[in-house]
């Protein structure tokens, strides 16, 4: 069983940044894609992005390219989400999840975090 940990969520401003860190405390999670999802009221939850095992492989759903930006670094064994230029369309609870291939963590993950809370304020 994976656990995984969100935080870094909170209050901006529109036009703000946040970054999210994913981590799984005493575990490693190196080999598992993963992947960013939010939820905002009312709305089902979505695809952010997600990065590969390696970090050399992103994609990001069309809505936050070029604003969003998925990293990793496996040696502190966590993965950041860096929102850039945020908009009050970007509010919802953020999870991040984990698979073993890009194509689980996208469709089918395998491990969920318990998310953490955006508002952007207009």
């Known amino acids: 069983q994976l656990q995984l940990v969100e935080s870094g969520g909170g209050l901006v401003q529109a036009g703000g940044s946040l970054r999210l860190s994913c981590s799984a405390p005493?575990?490693?999670?190196?080999?598992?894609?993963i992947g960013w999802f939010r939820q905002a009221p009312g709305k089902e939850r979505e695809l952010v992005g997600r990065?590969?095992?390696?970090?050399?492989?992103?994609h990001y759903a069309p809505s936050v390219k070029g604003r969003f930006t998925i990293s990793r670094d496996n040696a502190k064994n966590t993965v950041y989400l860096q929102m850039n230029r945020l908009e009050p369309e970007d509010t919802g609870v953020y999870y991040c999840?984990?698979?073993?291939?890009?194509?689980?963590?996208?469709?089918?993950?395998?491990?969920w975090g318990q998310g953490t809370q955006v508002t952007v304020s207009s």
């Open positions: 990065i590969s095992w390696s970090g050399t492989d992103t």
């Open positions: 005493g575990r490693t999670f190196s080999m598992y894609a």
């Open positions: 999840a984990a698979g073993g291939e890009v194509e689980t963590v996208q469709r089918r993950p395998d491990y």
